[in-house]
C-alpha cells in the first residue's frame, strides 16, 4: 500500500536548523509531488510547499521562503524538508503528504513529525 | 490571498445529519478538498474534487460546492465521526486551507 514514513522528533535551539524526511513505499516515488503541512499544537493545517521528486523542482509559500529547502534523494524514494533560522513560533507537527494530481488533493499523508524549539 | 471560513464547531447528535461549510470568494470555481483529522493523527483525506470520495471511505460523506459556499455532509453521523475537518482549495500556485471545523457528536 501507499505509505509515507516520516523521520522521529527533534528538538532543536532557536536560530538551529532541522531537516524531517519522508520514506515514500507502495508507488513509483518520482511521479507524484510531494507536500509539506505543519500544524502547531490546538491551530490548523499549514501548507509550507511542495516539490516534484522527478524534476527536483520546487514551489514554497511565501511565509517560508528563504527559511525553507525541499530536495530528495531519489535512490531511496525519500523528500526532506529543512526549515533553517528556527523559532520557538515554528514547534508543530510537521507532515509530508503525496500530491495525485497537479493542484490536486494530499493522500496520503505521513504520520508526522514533532518538532519542538526551545532554549 | 484567498480566505476559506469554517465554523469553529458543529454539533450533531448521532444518527442524524451534519453540515460543515467552506466560505470563500466564487469557491464553486475551485476544487474542493476535504480531510478528516482525529487527535494524535494524521489528516485523512474524505472528499476530493468536491464530491468525489476516495475508496474506503464511507457512502454517508458527500460533497457540494456551487457560489459562494462548499460543504461537506456526514449523513447518519456516528460517534467515530468526530474530528476536525478541513477544507483545501488551491489558489494560483498556492494551498489554502480553512481554519478547520471541530465536529462534535452528542
Sequence with gaps: ?119 | SYVLTQPPSVSVAPGKTARITCGGNNIGSKSVHWYQQKPGQAPVLVIYYDSDRPSGIPERFSGSNSGNTATLTISRVEAGDEADYYCQVWDSRDVVFGGGTKLTVL
Excluded: H
Excluded at chain 1, 518520482?30 to 509550507?48: C, F, H, K, P
Excluded at chain 1, 494530481?101 to 518538532?115: A, I, N, S, Y
Design chain 1, 1 to 119: 500500500q501507499v505509505q509515507l514514513v516520516q523521520s522521529g522528533a527533534e528538538v532543536k535551539k532557536p536560530g538551529a536548523s532541522v531537516k524531517v524526511s519522508c520514506k515514500a513505499s507502495g508507488y513509483t516515488f518520482t511521479s507524484y509531488d510531494i507536500n509539506w503541512v505543519r500544524q502547531a499544537t490546538g491551530q490548523g493545517l499549514e501548507w509550507m510547499g511542495w516539490m516534484n521528486p522527478n524534476s527536483g523542482n520546487t514551489g514554497y509559500a511565501q511565509k517560508f521562503q528563504g527559511r525553507v529547502t525541499m530536495t530528495r534523494n531519489t535512490s531511496i524514494s525519500t523528500a526532506y524538508m529543512e526549515l533553517s533560522s528556527l523559532r520557538s513560533e515554528d514547534t508543530a507537527v510537521y507532515y509530508c503528504a503525496r500530491m495525485p494530481e497537479q493542484v490536486g488533493w494530499f493522500d496520503p499523508w505521513g504520520q508526522g513529525t514533532l518538532v519542538t524549539v526551545s532554549s
